[in-house]
């Protein structure tokens, strides 16, 4: 099965903040990523797919980049909504396998 | 729009099995295939297992091999997915949610039921 590192665990950060998330691959998935939001009681939400690829309705602020093993997510600017937790998920190979999870709230 | 409505929440006792349906609506349902994800409380997101409605093949994580079963009714474009012999740590949301056939890519997701199981 192939591990996906996410990091960090948990992140404080404010308002306007610039955030960033990285997932690294076992071994070389290409780009077959995704990249969720989960809020409390909620589905995951797809905001990015193939690594970089912004899903139809997501704000422009999310950003992804990488290819193989070593993947970034981005929130440029902060918002009092993107307050959430962060997944990774590869679907290169089955099983699909997902990151550990990035919690991200208010400081 | 596309959409996949889940079962009803439940309370199982350990040893019982438990059904969860996801009724899809808004797209051709043997054009994807449905993936089972679950997650425990406060933990992260764990895959279950796919299947290929088109033509019923099933891929299982190895941790749930032998007690989990997952088919698809083309006539009422629903999967299911039915966990057996249950146990007081398969506790969770259970999340269906929709797989591309081409790339793989898992996009649209049902809006997960809870299954607790207790004595």
């Known amino acids: 099965d192939i591990q996906m590192t996410q990091s960090p665990s948990s992140l404080s950060a404010s308002v306007g903040d610039r955030v960033t998330i990285t997932c690294q691959a076992s071994?070389?998935?290409?780009?077959?990523l995704n990249w969720y939001q989960q809020k409390p009681g909620k589905a995951p939400k797809l905001l990015i797919y193939d690594a970089s690829n912004l899903e139809t309705g997501v704000p422009s602020r999310f950003s992804g980049s990488g290819s193989g093993t070593d993947f970034t997510f981005t929130i440029s600017s902060l918002q009092p909504e993107d307050f959430a937790t962060y997944y990774c998920?590869?679907?290169?190979?089955?099983?699909?396998?997902f990151g550990q999870g990035t919690r991200l709230d208010i400081k | 729009q596309v959409q996949l409505v889940q079962s009803g929440a439940e309370v199982k006792k350990p040893g019982a099995s438990m059904k969860v349906s996801c009724k899809t609506s808004g797209y051709t349902f043997t054009t994807y295939g449905i993936t089972w994800v679950r997650q425990a409380p406060g933990q992260g997101l764990e895959w279950m297992g796919w299947i290929s409605v088109y033509n019923g093949n099933t891929n299982y994580a190895q941790n749930f091999q032998g007690r989990v079963t997952m088919t698809a009714d083309t006539s009422a474009s629903t999967a299911y997915m039915e966990l057996r012999s249950l146990r007081s740590d398969d506790t969770a949301v259970y999340y269906c949610a929709r797989k591309k056939y081409s790339s793989g890519l898992v996009d649209y997701w049902g809006q997960g039921t809870l299954v607790t199981v207790s004595s």
């Open positions: 071994r070389d998935i290409s780009n077959y």
């Open positions: 998920q590869q679907y290169d190979n089955l099983p699909d396998t």
